[in-house]
């Protein structure tokens, strides 16, 4: 039997590090990103697409599987994994943040988070405990703790008070997750360190964390809006701060550009709706940076995206017409081929840490995918 969670670093490059997750339903290599699988789907893919285009996890979403089709619906109906067909590792958010940004009428109080459903204004509270339920009954393999986001612009005050509650929060997750049972012999619970931009309280967050006690650790509270140039101020001490031997998972990143970046100060963890909302929209990722596939220079252009893509059978002026006909085969191919560009991306990371050449991938990539187009 494998082990339940186990971290291995194979080699180190400056900050950066590439690895090992070893799970009992399997490896994750990291650097990893995760594509999101927010209602129990990669949206537009089958989940044999998404395990081909090289991804070992993807992500869940508590808040939206809680709501419909109702986490103990799919408890009955034998867990996530199953119900999607998909069976490699999934890690499932806290549903904190989808609280805090789609719910309406929510009420914050120690206990927990009172909201009105986006999609019925039904009544639901989501504590650290009913977090942790609803993740047990959906079978998640990487559980998150249940914090409390505030956006970067708020006071360091307001910020304060949301991390030193969210620490209270993350102690209550780790007690209702070690009390689960069999689920809590097979999964892991990560710690999620908040504090904004706001070094100190960034430590005091990690220090928190680290006297609980979790199997791999997220930065969370970045990528909401502050910018490239902050946030990677945030990761030159954010990674730092937290347990060297255990995986660090910035959350909700993001652009190609970021990870690359992320990766350079310390990062293992990705997860990003980036690359399968853009493919639906007619945004392709390519190492000349996105381009915009609904642009009339596509319209008889009859090269693939990437002669490498499992989509370069289609040529661009295909997908051009499929995007501008609302084709549901355009979202399905474009998002197909960005998947497998981010994946090939976090090899390529990963190959250029194991190789000692990180700084060369990094800044090589960079000069060609931000290069001004024509």
């Known amino acids: 039997m494998t082990s339940r969670f186990q971290f291995t670093i194979a080699a180190t490059d400056g900050e950066a590090r590439t690895g090992t997750i070893a799970m009992q339903r ?39 599987l809680m709501l419909r089709p109702g986490a103990e619906r799919v408890a009955r109906l034998g867990g996530l994994h199953g119900f999607m067909q998909w069976n490699r590792p999934i890690l499932t958010d806290s549903g904190g943040y989808q609280v805090m940004s789609l719910s309406a009428l929510t009420k914050r109080s120690e206990e ?66 070690d009390a689960g049972g069999d689920h809590a012999e097979r999964a892991a619970l990560f710690g999620i360190q908040q504090g904004a931009l706001d070094e100190g309280l960034r430590r005091a967050s990690a220090d928190a964390l680290l006297d609980i006690g979790f199997d791999g650790y997220a930065v969370g ?57 853009s493919g639906r929209n007619g945004q392709a990722f390519t190492w000349d940076g996105p381009i915009n596939i609904r642009n009339a220079k596509f319209a008889e252009d009859q090269t693939p995206l990437d002669p490498e893509s499992p989509t370069a059978a289609w040529t661009r002026a ?57």
């Open 221 to 277: 509270g970045l990528a909401v809006g502050e910018g490239q140039e902050a946030m990677f101020g945030c990761l030159d001490y954010a990674p730092g701060q937290l347990d060297p031997m255990k995986p660090r998972y910035l959350m909700g990143v993001g652009k190609p550009d970021d990870i690359v970046g992320a990766v350079e100060r310390g990062i293992d963890m990705f997860d990003c709706v980036l690359p399968t909302r």
């Open 26 to 64: 399997g490896a994750i290599r990291t650097p990893a990103f995760m594509p999101v699988g927010t209602a129990g789907t990669v949206k537009a893919v089958k989940p044999a697409d998404v395990r081909a285009a090289g991804s070992d996890i993807i992500l869940g979403n508590t808040y939206h």
């Open 112 to 177: 927990g988070v009172a909201f009105a459903s986006h999609l019925d204004g039904s009544r639901h509270m989501l504590s650290p405990e009913r977090s942790m339920e609803i993740q047990r009954l959906l079978g998640s393999d990487i559980v998150m703790a249940f914090d409390e986001l505030v956006p970067t612009t708020s006071t360091r005050e307001v910020q304060a008070a949301a991390m030193e509650r969210s620490m209270r929060w993350a102690r209550r997750s780790r007690a209702a997750f």
């Open 318 to 374: 295909y997908l051009h017409h499929l995007i501008k006909s609302g084709e549901m085969l355009g979202a399905m191919l474009m998002t197909e081929h960005n998947l497998w560009f981010y994946q090939r991306l976090m090899q390529g990371l990963r190959d250029a840490i194991s190789g000692g050449t990180l700084a060369a991938f990094a800044d090589d990539f960079r000069a060609r995918y931000t290069a001004p187009k024509s």
